[in-house]
């Protein structure tokens, strides 16, 4: 079961590089589709995963967080600062991260 996710992952993204998309499913009934795909029962479903074509493109995700709340660059901030950062003051607080000079890394998404 530890593995599921990693297995998941592999076969998601091989879906992808063949042009399918994916979704990962939980929340449903195990016992419901055990009893109905006739699962043994040293057997344990730990998630279900669609693979086809899109038949839509999806709908925007609300409720989630912006990139510069959840993202820190080189250190967290300093106590003294609020816990959420605003876009500009996360840009001052990475100035002065770099050590040896090092040029600004960036990390694409």
């Known amino acids: 079961m530890?593995?599921?996710a990693f297995a998941a992952q592999n076969l998601m993204l091989s879906a992808r590089a063949m042009g399918y998309d994916s979704c990962p499913m939980i929340?449903?009934?195990a016992d419901a589709v055990g009893q109905l795909i006739k699962l043994?029962?040293?057997h344990l479903i730990v998630m279900l995963l669609a693979i086809g074509k899109a038949a839509a493109q999806p709908q925007a995700r609300g409720g989630q967080l912006a990139r510069h709340e959840v993202l820190l660059s080189n250190r967290f901030p300093d106590p003294i600062h609020k816990t959420t950062m605003r876009p500009q003051d996360?840009?001052?607080t990475t100035?002065?991260?770099h050590l040896n000079n090092r040029p600004e890394q960036s990390t694409s998404f």
Do not use: R, V
Request: hydrophobic share 25%; net charge negative; proline share 7%.
């Open 2 to 4: 530890h593995f599921a």
């Open 40 to 42: 043994p029962a040293d």
């Open 27 to 29: 929340g449903f009934d």
């Open 90 to 92: 996360h840009k001052e």
């Open 95 to 97: 100035k002065d991260t």
